[in-house]
């Protein structure tokens, strides 16, 4: 289905061209650049974009190691070099040649091999900056000894994260909270103790002794002691744990052999300065049916799971963040604050009288109408049925007592649907895209972005309608429905949105 172009002011035009041109010569000039990576001892020790049909040329000590024309992505892998005794590769670097433009220049820089080898990482939310380049880590080769300020590399946090701080991984000691069952187990072992306590006690009154005396008041000191560190320790105990471990004062921290230093990162969505996976918010859920409501204590930025919720005489329309309906949840899945979620819902009746002029676009909806119209549709057909053998039984009564009067009996035939709604529903192809509730008799017409009647149909009974054959599929197409009255005749209208 075509759709009307907006036409926009010339001024407006001319700025957008203007800043097109510079977008697409920007993007030009990167589709023009190649990928070139380089592998040496199982490692990336390179990887740049380089203007495609650029000479690249890797040497070492004035030696051509390989030379090429870079008309495509490359991925090389080097040949290990022989090196001095007392030198290692500390990285790679690569130099335009300053008489060939054209031409780039990569060799390796060696240096002492009392310096070492560290590896600086990223969590998620950032990345370490190279030149103009950004990537999750980096090896540096420095001297062992060196501060970590002297040779910390630049960092860029993502948007709605912040750099928390250089940290090293290794086993530190934290607090955990003690389970329920080890409570217990040191409220018995306390117990215990104070049980043999109080018999200790009981023995220094009767020791007469004075050497068996210091022996039980020893006993009786270190029973007390036990006992104190016991309940000191009821809440938490001490677990030795793989984590992080933050580096306080880089000046005084000095890199030695095997260090891993790794930037962290922790998310700020409602950017406050608080790391969202510590700061508490409370998601309360009003079901909006018998006063039922949900409170849940999450994590800003966490995301929560919200189901669709299920009630015998009311249908679920979707999540709403106002009392009102006003504001769809939507995909909204986290908060950055206490938030209160309402669930709205209608009665089967109310969707189906409000459907003749707001289509049915969910296909969950639709099927629990489809459900309740065919109950509704059964009791109003055997009610009929029964009022119509009714009627018959009055008539032959009728025709029995005036039996003169009336040679043959003359009976009409009436449709037992015309009373009744059925449910119509339209497909692209096997794609669902709405529904209609509408009374038997109703006439529908299928209308085009002009406003003109393209197809009409009839409603008889429930049935799907297949719309491909009159769907442009490169569009996306949204239908809406009015039903109005033209010379006594009631008609639903349904047409694309424009």
């Known amino acids: 289905m075509k759709r009307n172009l907006i036409i926009f002011s010339g001024v407006f035009l001319l700025i957008l061209s203007v800043i097109g041109t510079t977008v697409v010569a920007s993007q030009k000039e990167e589709n023009e650049k190649y990928s070139l990576k380089i592998i040496y001892d199982n490692k990336y020790v390179l990887d740049e974009?380089?203007?495609?049909?650029?000479?690249?040329?890797?040497?070492?000590?004035?030696?051509?190691?390989?030379?090429?024309?870079?008309?495509?992505?490359?991925?090389?892998?080097?040949?290990?070099?022989?090196?001095?005794?007392?030198?290692?590769?500390?990285?790679?670097?690569?130099?335009?040649?300053?008489?060939?433009?054209?031409?780039?220049?990569?060799?390796?820089v060696l240096v002492d091999k009392n310096e070492i080898d560290i590896s600086f990482n990223t969590t998620n939310g950032g990345d370490i900056k190279i030149n103009k380049n950004k990537q999750p880590s980096v090896v540096k080769t420095v001297k062992e000894g060196t501060s970590l300020a002297k040779v910390a590399p630049d960092i860029k946090n993502q948007e709605n994260y912040i750099f928390a701080g250089w940290y090293t991984l290794g086993d530190i000691e934290k607090k955990v909270e003690l389970e329920e069952d080890e409570v217990k187990e040191k409220e018995e072992e306390v117990k215990n103790l104070k049980k043999k306590l109080k018999e200790k006690e009981e023995d220094l009154e009767d020791e007469e002794d004075k050497k068996d005396k210091k022996s039980i008041e020893k006993d009786i000191e270190n029973l007390k002691s036990d006992i104190e560190n016991i309940n000191n320790n009821m809440e938490y105990k001490t677990e030795v744990i793989h984590g992080y471990s933050k580096i306080n004062n880089l000046d005084e921290f000095t890199l030695e052999d095997q260090d891993e230093i790794i930037a962290v990162f922790y998310p700020d969505t409602n950017k406050n300065g608080k790391d969202d996976r510590k700061e508490k918010i409370n998601i309360t859920i009003d079901f909006g049916i018998d006063n039922e409501v949900e409170e849940k204590e999450i994590h800003v930025g966490q995301p929560i799971k919200l189901s669709k919720p299920y009630h015998e005489d009311n249908i679920f329309i979707d999540w709403y963040l106002d009392e009102d309906f006003t504001e769809e949840l939507g995909e909204k899945r986290t908060f950055e604050k206490d938030t209160t979620i309402y669930a709205k819902w209608k009665t089967p009746q109310e969707i189906v009288s409000e459907s003749e002029d707001n289509l049915i676009k969910n296909k969950r909806i639709t099927q629990r109408i489809e459900e309740y119209l065919s109950i509704v549709n059964k009791n109003d057909t055997q009610k009929q049925k029964e009022?119509?053998?009714?009627?018959?039984?009055?008539?032959?009564?009728?025709?029995?007592?005036?039996?003169?009067?009336?040679?043959?009996?003359?009976?009409?035939?009436?449709?037992?649907?015309?009373?009744?709604?059925?449910?119509?529903?339209?497909?692209?192809?096997?794609?669902?895209?709405?529904?209609?509730?509408?009374?038997?008799?109703?006439?529908?017409?299928?209308?085009?972005?002009?406003?003109?009647?393209?197809?009409?149909?009839?409603?008889?009974?429930?049935?799907?309608?297949?719309?491909?054959?009159?769907?442009?599929?490169?569009?996306?197409?949204?239908?809406?429905?009015?039903?109005?009255?033209?010379k006594n005749a009631v008609i639903t209208k349904i047409y694309p949105n424009k």
């Open 49 to 108: 974009k380089v203007s495609e049909n650029s000479n690249i040329i890797i040497e070492y000590e004035g030696n051509v190691i390989k030379d090429f024309q870079l008309d495509e992505h490359k991925k090389i892998t080097l040949d290990k070099v022989d090196l001095p005794n007392n030198k290692i590769i500390s990285h790679w670097q690569i130099k335009n040649d300053k008489e060939n433009k054209n031409n780039y220049i990569i060799t390796p």
């Open 387 to 486: 009022e119509m053998k009714e009627k018959e039984k009055e008539l032959e009564e009728k025709y029995a007592e005036d039996n003169a009067q009336h040679t043959e009996k003359r009976y009409s035939l009436r449709n037992i649907n015309q009373q009744q709604t059925f449910l119509i529903k339209f497909y692209d192809n096997e794609e669902y895209l709405f529904s209609i509730a509408l009374p038997f008799g109703r006439t529908i017409e299928l209308l085009n972005d002009n406003n003109d009647k393209i197809k009409e149909y009839g409603v008889r009974q429930n049935t799907s309608i297949d719309l491909s054959e009159f769907i442009d599929d490169s569009k996306k197409v949204n239908f809406s429905a009015k039903t109005v009255k033209e």
